[in-house]
């Protein structure tokens, strides 16, 4: 076996220079929400242990089952803590994004978190969920693993954004994910997605994953204009609503239609 059993759709839709959507997790425990996002046509979910209550346990649950199902599982953890990282990779994560990294030396501590040696000091824990659980010599699993494992490190300040060249340039960095909403608040203009500030930020970012070949990824921005300009930036990694928003905006949606019948 010289090939990982569970192909990383999300990092091949990227590399092949096209879009890739993602899910947001944050209240569904039980694994149907894996089935509707690969129904809806999402490429991946992402676990968000930063903004919910999930468990380690229900997270593993849930990115085994997007392994298999065919959609990439991504986890959001807590904190830049090296066990957080590890624990949420061995139990399936195909991809960690870390919050608030604000420089380089944090972005060197997710890497080094995340990957294997030589490229990082990740702990070897075997095979796993990822490669299918295949039997392979530690090399080959660890090499395996590096590849298809994407790390992606939030930029949600002014100082990240700042430094965006810096980090973009560590090697072993996957994506650049701007989170528009704490980056607003930190700026002093909340919820402003037309101010010019935004856009700013995000060609700061662009140029910077554009020299260091890194992609791209959107996060807080659900439509508009702006995410026509943001793609020809060169933005392919989009985080669309979490689940928790789509059933109340859809229940919303439903009494107000049959209020409108049964009136």
């Known amino acids: 076996m010289t ?5 990383n759709r999300l990092l091949k839709t990227l ?3 096209e879009t890739a959507l993602c899910l947001t997790v944050r ?3 039980t694994l149907h929400v894996v089935a509707i996002a690969r129904a809806a046509g999402f490429e991946a979910l992402y676990v968000d242990m930063e903004h919910s209550q999930i468990s380690f346990e229900d997270t593993s649950q849930l990115c085994l089952a ?4 065919g959609v990439t599982p991504l986890v959001r953890v807590a904190s ?8 949420a990779l061995d139990g ?20 080094d978190a995340c990957r294997f040696p030589p490229l990082g000091k990740r702990s070897v824990a075997g095979s796993g969920a990822v490669l299918g659980y295949a039997s392979l010599p530690a090399v080959e699993t660890m090499r395996l693993l590096n590849e298809n494992i994407l790390v992606i490190p939030m930029l949600e300040t002014p100082e990240a954004i700042r430094n965006a060249d810096a980090i973009a340039a560590v090697a072993g960095i996957d994506m650049l994910l701007i989170g528009t909403n704490d980056l607003m608040a930190e700026m002093g203009i909340p919820g402003q ?6 856009r700013e930020a995000y060609a700061t970012v662009a140029a910077a994953c554009k020299r260091h070949k890194r ?3 959107i996060g807080g921005i659900k439509g508009g204009a702006i995410l026509g300009e943001l793609r020809a930036m060169g933005a392919q990694f989009l985080l669309a609503r979490n689940d928790e928003t789509m059933l109340l905006d859809a229940a919303r949606q439903e009494t107000k239609a049959l209020h409108g019948i049964f009136k």
């Open 92 to 111: 399936g994560a195909a991809g960690i994004i870390v919050p608030h990294i604000d420089n380089a030396a944090e972005a060197k501590a997710c890497v």
């Open 15 to 17: 590399k092949a220079g």
């Open 215 to 217: 992609f791209l990824g």
């Open 66 to 69: 997007a392994c298999l199902a």
């Open 27 to 29: 209240i569904s425990r």
């Open 193 to 198: 997605l037309d101010n010019p500030k935004v």
């Open 3 to 7: 090939q990982p059993l569970i192909e």
């Open 80 to 87: 830049h803590e090296h066990y957080d990282i590890n624990r």
